[in-house]
């Protein structure tokens, strides 16, 4: 198991190994907690911890989920790859999506043939569709929530914890409340049955680790209520 505190000069991380190890030392819990290694994982409490971990990231729009998406654009070319994300909407509902800081509108799917300095955009299936077709390169962003949940080894997002080097991509003031939260939720969904005696306990310690991630993560002061 990796040590508590990192090298001084490191960065924390959360890694499926630490998850998997402090996850099976549970006071309830059916599993060994010294696993050493990806080939000592029981598969159902790895189930159970990325069910866990997908439901919290994706409830809520975390600032630290937000990335930018960049494109540069190719003369002649009109259908560019979206990211893998949700893209952000301003105040006003529009999607923050721009070309050389200027705001593009969504419009509805275009058949005309037209080149120039693109204006307008609508989304096809994964792709954006940029018109007019740009005739010079241009740099559009797109502001969206990623769905990848961390980072593999490589530095490489990843959607699914699989290796027990796989991370997950918080903030290092954020990592023990985010820890504590895909714990106790994994544990909740893992008990078969809600008058188990085991249930309220952990349903009641899940709710407390969400709701501290939330407010946290707004920053220091926040008292706004989170339901569940």
């Not at 790859?81 to 509805?108: E, H, V």
């Not at 796989?166 to 939260?181: M, R």
Request: aromatic fraction near 10%; proline fraction near 4%; charge should be negative.
């Amino acid at each position: 198991m990796y040590p508590l505190f990192a090298d001084e000069g490191d960065k924390m991380t959360i890694t499926l190994l630490d998850l998997y190890n402090t996850a099976a030392s549970q006071e309830w819990s059916m599993y060994d907690n010294d696993a050493a290694s990806k080939e000592e994982f029981e598969n159902s409490l790895i189930i159970a911890l990325n069910k866990a971990a997908t439901e919290i990231l994706y409830s809520y729009p975390f600032s630290f989920r937000e990335r930018t998406h960049v494109i540069i654009t190719i003369p002649n070319i009109q259908s560019y790859a979206m990211p893998a994300g949700i893209i952000k909407k301003n105040s006003s509902g529009d999607f923050c999506i721009k070309i050389n800081s200027k705001k593009l509108k969504l419009t509805k799917e275009k058949s005309e043939k037209k080149t120039g300095i693109p204006e307008e955009f609508y989304l096809q299936g994964d792709k954006i569709i940029l018109f007019p077709t740009p005739n010079e390169k241009c740099i559009i962003t797109i502001d969206y929530i990623t769905l990848a949940i961390g980072e593999n080894k490589e530095g490489n997002d990843i959607f699914v914890l699989k290796e027990e080097d796989d991370i997950l991509s918080v903030p290092e003031y954020l990592e023990e409340l985010l820890k504590n939260a895909i714990i106790s939720r994994a544990m909740l969904n893992s008990i078969a049955s809600e008058s188990d005696e085991n249930y309220s306990a952990y349903k009641k310690q899940s709710e407390t680790a969400y709701r501290l991630l939330i407010k946290y993560s707004k920053g220091v002061g926040s008292d706004k209520v989170v339901k569940i």
